[in-house]
Nanobody
Framework: VQLQAFGGGLVQPGDSLRLTCAAS????????MGWFRQVPGKEREFVAA????????FVAASVKGRFTISRDNAKNTMYLQMNDLQPEDTAVYYC?????????????????WGQGTLVTVSS
């Protein structure tokens, strides 16, 4: 079972990026999934989560209106569309899945984690 996050990179303030989390080894179509981020030296923080069917989603206040989480169960993939990126969004972004259908914002309730992809926002 593997989650692989990719799509990070170096962008300028105001730019957009789309992160992808590709799952392999099993289907995650019945699992809630989420994105977290971590700045070196700081605790990992919640970014966004989505339930198994994409009928319910939740994003952190710090990214609300700029980031959108989505998923494609047919492709076993989750996305994070990030618009209007700001320097404070610079972090390693991790995707995660939990072994039930409904999301949470608490990282300890996620059971599977990807390796992370670095997003750097700088002029």
């Amino acid at each position: 079972v593997q989650l692989q996050a990719f799509g990070g990179g170096l962008v300028q303030p105001g730019d957009s990026l789309r992160l992808t989390c590709a799952a392999s080894g099993r289907s995650f179509s019945n699992n809630a999934m989420g994105w977290f981020r971590q700045v070196p030296g700081k605790e990992r923080e919640f970014v966004a989560a989505i339930n198994w069917s994409a009928s319910s989603r939740f994003v952190a206040a710090s990214v609300k209106g700029r980031f959108t989480i989505s998923r494609d169960n047919a492709k076993n993939t989750m996305y994070l569309q990030m618009n209007d990126l700001q320097p404070e969004d610079t972090a390693v972004y991790y995707c995660a899945a939990r072994d039930i259908k409904h999301y949470t914002s608490h990282e300890r309730h996620f059971d599977f984690w990807g390796q992370g992809t670095l997003v750097t926002v700088s002029s």
